[in-house]
């Protein structure tokens, strides 16, 4: 088992388990009395894993409410969180009931805003069961919903108050979901732990449970780091967003059916060219993560023009007035942040287009 705490203004653990479903309520129980739980999932999620969640909860002594919602990046607006904050006053929850967010990413974003802001805040439990949301979202306590203007426009930072993952929940995912969780690892490793980037590189992969493991143990703890030096995102924690100002571009304009976790290993790849076309870079590093891409069977050609990425950008969260953060690779294991001039971002998309 790994156990990782993550040293915050209220600590918490992040274990990290084979079959640890099946003890939910056990861990649950070290958090909290018994007490109300509502289970947030969708419908993928409901049928494959709630019934062995609800079990575990229940015999702990735990009286069990559920909410699902239809699967998919739609699902993460304000109206959701409207369904789940009428449906907990209606149910007379209290503070000292809990939620538990139970599926990938939009389930952990939309679970944990509905618990930052219901009664001024209740807690929550993260129980991811997609590789993106275990080697991302689940952890550091950034909270949010879409609006029509862009992703994640609306949300609060609340650290959960327990994290669980079973690895093994990875042999339910569909092979694209598998990339996403994939891409943000090596999002990571690119950022600030090289040896990462070479497990996965020179990985075959002959037992994917135990890759998933590794992938996410080393991501978190890289996340970690950020997390408890820069909790509110206010300096170093931005690194994190490498390839996320191209890649939250190209899901807007692709009307989100691209996936965040392709989106994103295309944005790492503009960063990455651009930086090393300008000169910013040490070393290429583009050539080698278009490698590790390709051998997974992640994409790493962007079909958007510098034109439409940089207006959809700029509508992102990460402008700054008149600027906008970037991260730029300077070698294989660490990013740097630079603040560019907003009329500069399409310039700088143009570098990281141009070769493809």
């Not at 426009?153 to 994290?163: H, M, R, Y």
């Not at 290993?265 to 490698?291: F, T």
Request: glycine residues 8%; negative net charge; hydrophobic residues 40%.
């Amino acid at each position: 088992m790994n156990n990782i705490i993550i040293k915050t203004g209220i600590p918490y653990q992040v274990i990290m388990e084979e079959d640890s479903l099946e003890k939910v309520g056990f861990f649950a129980s070290d958090i909290t009395e018994p007490c109300r739980i509502c289970i947030i999932s969708d419908d993928n999620v409901h049928s494959l894993y709630t019934p062995l969640v609800e079990s575990s909860l229940k015999n702990a002594g735990f009286d069990v409410y559920k909410i699902v919602f239809p699967a998919g990046e739609a699902t993460k607006d304000l109206g959701s969180v409207k369904k789940i904050l009428e449906y907990l006053a209606d149910e007379n929850f209290t503070r000292s009931d809990v939620l538990m967010a139970l599926g990938g990413g939009v389930i952990g974003d939309l679970t944990g805003f509905a618990a930052s802001v219901f009664l001024r805040g209740i807690k929550y439990i993260n129980v991811p069961t997609s590789f993106l949301a275990a080697a991302d979202s689940s952890v550091g306590g950034k909270t949010g919903v879409n609006l029509s203007a862009g992703k994640n426009l609306a949300g609060t930072f609340w650290q959960p108050s327990l994290v669980i993952y079973d690895p093994k929940t990875v042999k339910t995912l569909s092979p694209a979901s598998f990339l996403d969780g994939l891409a943000e690892s090596i999002k990571c490793a690119f950022i600030a732990d090289a040896s990462l980037f070479g497990f996965i590189d020179l990985s075959d992969m002959n037992n994917e449970t135990k890759f998933v493991e590794r992938c996410v143990t080393d991501s978190v703890k890289v996340k970690q780091f950020f997390v408890e030096n820069d909790e509110y995102d206010k300096g170093r924690r931005q690194l994190l967003n490498f390839g996320h100002t191209a890649g939250h571009a190209i899901e807007k304009l692709s009307g989100f059916r691209e996936s965040h976790g392709h989106a994103v290993a295309q944005g790492m790849v503009i960063a990455a060219r651009a930086s090393y076309n300008k000169g910013w870079s040490r070393e290429d590093c583009c050539s080698p993560l278009i490698e590790v891409l390709n051998k997974y069977g992640l994409s790493s050609s962007c079909s958007y023009s510098a034109a439409e990425l940089a207006a959809a950008a700029l509508k992102d969260k990460k402008r700054l007035g008149n600027e906008i953060n970037l991260v730029i690779p300077l070698e294989i294991g660490e990013c740097a942040l630079m603040r560019l001039p907003s009329h500069e971002l399409q310039n700088f998309f143009e570098a990281g287009l141009t070769g493809r």
